[in-house]
């Protein structure tokens, strides 16, 4: 007879900042101890009290916050009251490499996340962020990025040197500015999203800070889907192949 034997690994919980004593190999005191002791495929919670997450991903993770809607000084006021550990987590800086595919990141609030090689992405239910399609001053390719239901995104890409983004998803968030206009190539699908033109978006300690640009949608010509969106400004772009909007400003439908 013979006898076959499969080794199989399981993905591992580990927690930043839990309020309860430490778990050897679960709880750590930082993000960073956090990462480094994680293997691809894990996830790592994080809770309020920890200093804004600043980490390069160089493998698969899954990091999920305390929530977006958590800070009782934000505006619009958060629902802090209502949650058993209030307060959020914030982002300082999160760039995603090359290993990092399959990445997910949602509930945290502020911050920018660079993308400079990554696939199968996920960025959701985040609030006041900056996004960056191509960060790194290199030939870049991204493919199958999702940006979902996130409230206060800016979208941008950093440098162009032939990078391109396909299949990219942008759906059901609110958007306070969006150029991917640089970009050699890109695709993808954007819709259902609200385009908040000029917006000023509040800081995470109440205070206020204007988004820089002259346009809030500089689409270029890629091959992309524009769909089912609301613009509160202008369209600023080349004509996609497919498109339908409503402009609050003119009241346009298009």
Request: proline letters at 3%; glycine letters at 10%; hydrophobic letters at 45%.
């Amino acid at each position: 007879a013979i006898c076959a034997i499969h080794a199989l690994s399981f993905a591992t919980i580990r927690r930043v900042g839990f309020f309860a004593s430490p778990v050897a190999g679960v709880d750590y005191s930082t993000f960073a101890l956090a990462y480094g002791a994680a293997i691809a495929g894990d996830t790592i919670l994080v809770f309020p009290g920890i200093p804004a997450i600043s980490q390069v991903f160089t493998k698969k993770l899954i990091v999920i916050g305390p929530g977006s809607w958590l800070n009782a000084a934000a505006i619009p006021k958060g629902n802090a009251n209502l949650q058993a550990f209030a307060g959020t987590v914030a982002i300082s800086s999160m760039s995603f490499n090359a290993g990092s595919d399959g990445s997910v990141v949602m509930g945290l609030e502020g911050g920018t996340i660079y993308i400079s090689a990554s696939n199968n992405l996920i960025i959701r239910r985040n609030r006041e962020l900056t996004v960056y399609l191509t960060a790194v001053n290199s030939i870049t390719v991204a493919n199958n990025v999702q940006i979902i239901e996130n409230y206060r995104v800016a979208i941008a890409s950093y440098y162009t040197n032939g990078s391109s983004v396909t299949n990219l998803n942008v759906s059901n968030n609110l958007i306070t500015s969006f150029s991917t206009a640089p970009l050699n190539t890109y695709s993808g699908n954007i819709s259902n999203n609200v385009w908040a033109y000029d917006a000023t978006i509040p800081a995470t300690n109440g205070g206020a800070s204007t988004l820089s640009g002259t346009s809030d949608i500089n689409l270029g010509g890629g091959a992309y889907l524009f769909q089912n969106n609301i613009l509160a400004g202008y369209y600023n772009a080349s004509a996609p192949s497919n498109y339908n909007y409503f402009s609050i400003a003119n009241g346009s439908n298009t």
